[in-house]
């Protein structure tokens, strides 16, 4: 049976969630005398941070949030890293730190994000906060992990019981996603470069709904998908030729037309992420101004 | 094809675990010049937690460490109990502090959980600890999870690409040990109270590996299991006949032989619980005495 697969707008949904972001931030800017403000460090000079760290700063600024990028040389050690975040931390005009990854080789991403103060972080990485997830009451959430829930809620698909396969088990998205799913009742298997082959195809093909967040391109083949599934395509790939593809096969997918809902690459989840990252600095703002957020997940 | 199901002597490398650790703790009381100390709070007089709590200061006496039981009255308000964690949190004698639950119900866990210091947070459920093992580095893991996962190393078991599946999605047991089993590259699948009954059985038949941990008394049937597979059972139910039996149907798995190995019930994960306890009373007194522990996972 072909069907037509629905193609899922992140970009809408990141708009939509931004334009409602934006009155909010009017609203607790007026009540708390002050704009909540993001502080984003860069150290070295990989081009694809900065590309990523200018897309935060034009969102920050389009919503009324203030921002500060840190741009620390390549050679910096991480004693003066860990102390920038401690003075980050200790600056009452901050209310998010963002320590953009990768870190140079010399540097201890794991290190660094244990010094950032749980309620400043707003790529929700600290330990804490991941654990938090753990305990089904999360605060800060990976930013990715918590667009793919809003993206899933925006288009009324509730993960209850739904056979789920996530590809991947990082910290910033698989492993979250996981438990976000786990805590919304799906039936989740998490899938790794270890797997075997041959168990993570035939999961795959039994799974209502497919995270894939590997960065392999193309990974996921169209003859995998299981009718009236849904698949959500976190990695982004440039190929030889320049052009930008998921982790999942999209055309011979959409070709197919298994899968009930499709994310593209780009204008899938990329526009999420972002805008989850302002909602999670909102959010600060608000407990370290009035002692709550008015933010549900 | 029927073979001998090789049962799972938990009892055996618990009390392996506690000769290394008696030998441990004699070294390193001497170098510290003082013994670790278990501080223990009960709130009300719910006798199953009265039991275990025997158990643990019995284990804890046998090994050198020192305990100490605070026990309070049922209708101690949250307040007092933060206040008493707090109080132990800052008393450098204390090296452990272990919160017996469940808590009378006017009382929240999740908030006197939180109180304690995560460095003496011996049962690992604090949520920086929970979060550790996210990110592949844990500190104090929860003790049942913990002790699985040695049971299985004691027995030369891999769980590497291991197709498994763990039944239970709780703080204690069901999302620690997924965690620690996704760190060890086993693909895991959790199942729950909200998974699809057939998906469940399912995915039991296709398991290398099954975790139970659901609390319902010979819930996993024999016919479920595929051939050669490790069944490990957390659970402790009492039938009305009184005999105690697991969350996996032990005797009709024993009958039908295709487990390659099965915990019984009692006698397989229950004991390496409360040596996992100690293990981390001891790790946590190392950390706060010297800085680092000499304890590997």
């Known amino acids: 049976m072909t069907q037509e697969s629905l193609i899922l707008n992140g970009k809408k949904v990141a708009n939509d969630l931004k334009h409602c972001l934006k009155h909010k931030i009017t609203q607790i800017s007026e009540k708390a005398g002050k704009k909540p403000k993001l502080a984003v460090i860069l150290v070295g000079d990989n081009n694809a941070s900065k590309v990523y760290i200018a897309h935060k700063e034009k969102a920050a600024q389009e919503l009324g949030i203030s921002s500060i990028t840190h741009c620390l040389p390549a050679d910096t050690d991480q004693k003066d890293l860990n102390n920038l975040i401690k ?18 080789a010399n540097l201890s991403p794991d290190i660094a994000i244990l010094q950032i103060n749980p ?21 800060l959430i990976p930013c990715t992990p918590f667009g793919i829930m809003r993206l899933l809620q ?54 209502d709904l497919v995270i894939a967040a590997i960065g392999q391109p193309n990974f996921v083949k169209a003859e995998w998908i299981k009718d009236g599934a849904i698949l959500i395509d976190v990695g982004i790939n440039r190929l030889d030729d320049g052009k930008l593809v998921g982790d999942i096969d999209f055309e011979n997918c ?10 593209p690459v780009p204008g899938g989840v990329g526009p999420l992420t972002v805008a989850h990252l302002m909602l999670n600095t909102v959010k600060a703002f608000e407990i370290q101004c009035f002692g709550y957020s008015s933010i549900e997940l």
Request: no cysteine; proline share 6%.
């Open 254 to 263: 959409l070709k197919e037309g298994k899968a009930k809902a499709i994310t």
């Open 154 to 207: 925006a288009y009324n698909f509730n993960p209850k019981g739904l056979k789920t396969t996530v590809i991947g088990r990082s910290r910033l998205v698989g492993k979250p996603i996981a438990e976000l799913l786990t805590n919304a009742s799906a039936t989740v298997t998490i899938m790794h470069s270890k797997s075997r082959l041959n168990d993570l195809i035939d999961t795959v093909k039994q799974s």
């Open 87 to 104: 003075t980050l931390n200790e600056d009452e005009t901050i209310n998010g730190i963002l320590l953009q990854l990768p870190l140079p």
């Open 119 to 139: 309620l400043k972080d707003v790529d929700g990485l600290h330990p804490f906060n991941l654990g938090l997830i753990m305990t089904g009451k999360p605060n």
